[in-house]
T-cell receptor, first 112, second 115 residues
Framework: KQEVTQIPAALSVPEGENLVLNCSFT??????LQWFRQDPGKGLTSLLL?????REQTSGRLNASLDKSSGRSTLYIAASQPGDSATYLC???????????FGKGTRLSVIA | ETGVTQSPTHLIKTRGQQVTLRCSSQ?????VSWYQQALGQGPQFIFQ???????GRGNFPPRFSGLQFPNYSSELNVNALELDDSALYLC??????????????FGAGTRLSVL
C-alpha cells in the first residue's frame, strides 16, 4: 500500500528566503507525482505535475524534482513571498487510472 | 479557475441524516473522483467514475455512493451520517487520454459538518 510522507509538517520563514519542502513515498512504481497548493478551507490548486520519466518540472519560482528510485520529491520555492503562505500537498499516482495518494501536507507561513 | 464547481459550499446535518453533494465538471472531462479531507489530513480517495460507471473505490463503506451523469455533473451521496463524516469533500475531474488520467482539476469543496 502506497504511503506518502511530507516533512516538515509546518514551516515558518521570513520573506525572501528560498525553501525546500520534502515528500517521500514508499512504492517507487509511480505513474506521476503532483504538487498542490491549498489555502485554508479551500480546494486544491495544481502547481506542478512530474511524469515518472521526468526528473523535474519548473513553473516560475517553483521547481519540483523527482527521484523515483529513492522514493523522493522536493518542491523548491525561490524568493518566498507572504502570498505563498498555504498548505502544500504532494500526491502520487500508482498507474494510469489509479487515484491519487496524498501526504498530509506542509503548512507554510511566510512572514513579511 | 479550474472549471469544477461544487455545491453547496457549506452544509450542516445531524447524525443519521442523508446528504447529497454535487459537482459540475468541464465538458470533456469523463473521469470524476471524490475525496474526503478531514481537518489536518490529506485528501482520502472515496471513489471514481468513468463514463457514468464506478471504476475504483477506496476504503469507504457502502453508505457512500455516487452517480455521474452524461452532462459531466456528478453526485456524492452519504446515508446514515456519522460524526466522523464531518470533513471537506472534494471533487476532481480529468480528461482521460489513452495513457491514463491526466491532471486532475479540483473544485473548492463542500464543507460538511455533522452534529
Amino acid at each position: 500500500k502506497q504511503e506518502v510522507t511530507q516533512i516538515p509538517a509546518a514551516l515558518s520563514v521570513p520573506e525572501g528566503e528560498n525553501l525546500v519542502l520534502n515528500c517521500s513515498f514508499t512504492d517507487s512504481a509511480i505513474y506521476n507525482l503532483q504538487w498542490f497548493r491549498q489555502d485554508p478551507g479551500k480546494g486544491l490548486t495544481s502547481l506542478l505535475l512530474i511524469q515518472s520519466s521526468q526528473r523535474e518540472q519548473t513553473s516560475g519560482r517553483l521547481n519540483a524534482s523527482l527521484d523515483k528510485s529513492s522514493g523522493r520529491s522536493t518542491l523548491y520555492i525561490a524568493a518566498s513571498q507572504p502570498g505563498d503562505s498555504a498548505t502544500y500537498l504532494c500526491a502520487v499516482r500508482g498507474s494510469g487510472n489509479t487515484p491519487l495518494v496524498f501526504g498530509k501536507g506542509t503548512r507554510l507561513s511566510v512572514i513579511a | 479557475e479550474t472549471g469544477v464547481t461544487q455545491s453547496p459550499t457549506h452544509l450542516i446535518k445531524t447524525r443519521g441524516q442523508q446528504v447529497t453533494l454535487r459537482c459540475s465538471s468541464q465538458s470533456g472531462h469523463n473521469t470524476v473522483s471524490w475525496y474526503q479531507q478531514a481537518l489536518g489530513q490529506g485528501p482520502q480517495f472515496i471513489f471514481q467514475y468513468y463514463r457514468e460507471e464506478e471504476n475504483g473505490r477506496g476504503n469507504f463503506p457502502p453508505r457512500f455512493s455516487g452517480l455521474q451523469f452524461p452532462n459531466y455533473s456528478s453526485e456524492l451521496n452519504v446515508n446514515a451520517l456519522e460524526l466522523d463524516d464531518s470533513a471537506l469533500y472534494l471533487c476532481a475531474s480529468s480528461p482521460t487520454p489513452r495513457g491514463g488520467i491526466g491532471i486532475q482539476y479540483f473544485g473548492a469543496g463542500t464543507r460538511l459538518s455533522v452534529l
